[in-house]
């Protein structure tokens, strides 16, 4: 059954399908909101609560665009509102590297995605992140740790695409930037 026939018997009120759509997105939803947390169980309470999110405006998806892109739209707009009531941004904890890359990098991109996908000194990169502007905190998330391709969250941020690449390329230079300042022993934080 696809997403779409799904939702459309949930809209009707056959609400015990909504669980197919649960499982369908638990774990990516989980994943999300665990890189933004750096902890499970404020992680499944940002899950949780996303998914009450989207049961609640179910009616509301358009079918304009994937039901996926919609679900972390959602979702994400759960982990902001998380971030600004909590006035924090925690250890965020990047997975592996993603098969698509951008095509074009430069040695300094090179560098902090090398960081990135290694698992070394993963707190002093966590605390780098923590410095970055939260315009390119999101599209590095996205990225680097959910996997995703510009196009798509060029649909979930509602960007063009090419700001979208403009965010991802400026947002490495930032972190490289950062990450030098660290290895020369400035600290700004």
């Known amino acids: 059954m696809t997403d779409e026939e799904i939702i459309k018997k949930v809209i009707k009120g056959q609400q015990e399908y909504f669980s197919i759509l649960v499982d369908r997105y638990k774990d990516r939803i989980y994943t999300m909101a665990y890189n933004y947390t750096n902890s499970s169980s404020e992680a499944e309470d940002l899950a949780q609560e996303a998914f009450v999110k989207i049961f609640k405006k179910l009616s509301y998806f358009n079918f304009k665009s994937k039901f996926s892109t919609w ?13 600004r009531k909590n006035k924090k941004w925690k250890m965020i904890q990047l997975n592996q590297k993603p098969e698509y890359l951008l095509e074009e990098m430069d040695a300094k991109a090179l560098q902090v995605e090398e960081i990135v996908i290694n698992n070394e000194n993963r707190e002093v990169f966590n605390k780098i992140l923590m410095n970055l502007k939260a315009q390119y905190k999101f599209v590095i998330i996205l990225y680097y740790c959910q996997g ?23 947002g490495r230079q930032q ?11 400035v600290d700004d934080s």
């Open 71 to 83: 679900v972390y739209k959602v979702s994400m707009n759960v982990c902001v509102d998380w971030h």
């Open 148 to 170: 995703l391709s510009v196009v798509e969250i060029s649909e979930i941020l509602c960007l063009p695409q090419k700001t979208v690449y403009t965010r991802i390329r400026r």
């Open 175 to 185: 972190l490289s930037d950062l990450i030098n300042k660290h290895r020369m022993g």
